[in-house]
């Protein structure tokens, strides 16, 4: 299964898009802003909540920092205006980052007074390690401002555990995730389970620090392991909740821990920039192009 996996990603890059979009729809949201609000209603309507990424990153041009910072500003007034349980989640190199500094923080400072005039929340994503300095500067900029910002922090790079120390508090949200990028041993674990012990590590020191914890990951070994842990320490629902990627099948697991009284948030990505997106995630995650092809086999012959 691993080879068959594995031959699904190679040619993925050579396939007509509309089979590639076939292949990856679960994770995609939809393209335009209509039709994801559309699915983040359906999402609310089973329970979970949502936190929204327009696709894309490093962008050329004031042009198009400008129109990405408008557009994301433009869907807090619609998710105000449908009542929607959603926030937002961005990457600062999709507003303007490459840019320059003074380019970024004029843009991130729209979004964070668009989130303070609806009472809405905002993430700063965290890219690779280029970035990461600066995405912490410009977070505690933000916060300044508004306290209801947070920011991501990856279990695979060294530095996180002392970023971490510095930032947490009762009044930090952290988003936790293990990291996509590709980055140099000298400042990054590559060991699967080096990676796994030190998302535990992380987690429980900030949720021990009293900060808000996302806990994105869709690893059901770190799932069960924090979880329980979580019960056995009696740390309060409001402190922590569960995140997935949109169109990962784990809805029974997603909806067992809803009844149990835990918040769950379907972080959901959507837009022109479906394709790259695509192939990335399917490339990052085999399993999941075979997992999706085998269902769309076994519905083609069903019919």
């Known amino acids: 299964m691993k080879l068959i996996n594995y031959l699904i990603i190679q040619i993925i890059p050579f396939l007509p898009k509309v089979f590639v979009r076939l292949v990856a729809s679960p994770y995609i949201a939809g393209i335009t802003d209509d039709e994801m609000l559309v699915n983040v209603q359906k999402l609310n309507n089973k329970g979970y909540e949502v936190a929204i990424d327009i696709l894309g990153e490093h962008v050329t041009t004031q042009e198009e920092a400008t129109e990405i910072t408008e557009r ?51 993430r700063l994503d ?26 991501v922090l990856q279990a695979y790079m060294h530095r996180s555990k002392d970023d971490l120390d510095k930032l947490a508090n009762e009044k930090f949200n952290v988003r936790i995730c293990k990291g996509i990028y590709i980055e140099s041993e000298d400042i990054a674990y590559r060991d699967y389970q080096k990676i796994r012990d030190n998302y535990i590590i992380l987690t429980k020191e900030a949720l021990i620090k009293g900060a808000y914890v996302g806990i994105a990951t869709h690893d059901e070994y770190l799932i069960d392991k924090l ?25 029974k697991k997603l909806q067992q821990l809803i009844k149990e009284g835990n918040k769950v ?29 085998k269902n769309i086999f076994i519905k083609i012959l069903g019919r």
Do not use: C
Not at 103 to 117: D, E, G, H, R, T
Not at 133 to 143: D, Q, V
Not at 268 to 290: C, F, H, I, Q, T
């Open 72 to 122: 994301y500003a433009n869907l807090y007034d619609r998710i105000s205006s449908k009542q929607l349980d959603a926030n937002l989640s961005i990457k600062l190199s999709h507003i303007g980052q490459d840019l320059g500094y003074d380019v970024v923080k004029s843009n991130l400072m729209i979004l964070v007074n668009a989130a303070k005039k609806h009472n809405n929340f905002l």
């Open 265 to 293: 948030r379907v972080y959901v990505p959507y837009g022109d920039n479906w394709y790259d997106y695509s192939v990335r995630r399917l490339k990052e995650n085999p399993k999941m192009a075979g997992y999706i092809i």
């Open 227 to 251: 979880y329980l842990w979580i019960k056995e320490n009696q740390i309060p629902t409001t402190q922590y909740e569960f995140q997935i990627l949109h169109g990962v099948p784990m809805e």
């Open 126 to 151: 965290m890219e690779n390690s280029p970035y990461t300095s600066e995405t912490i500067n410009l977070y505690k900029k933000a916060f300044e401002n508004y306290s209801n910002v947070g920011i």
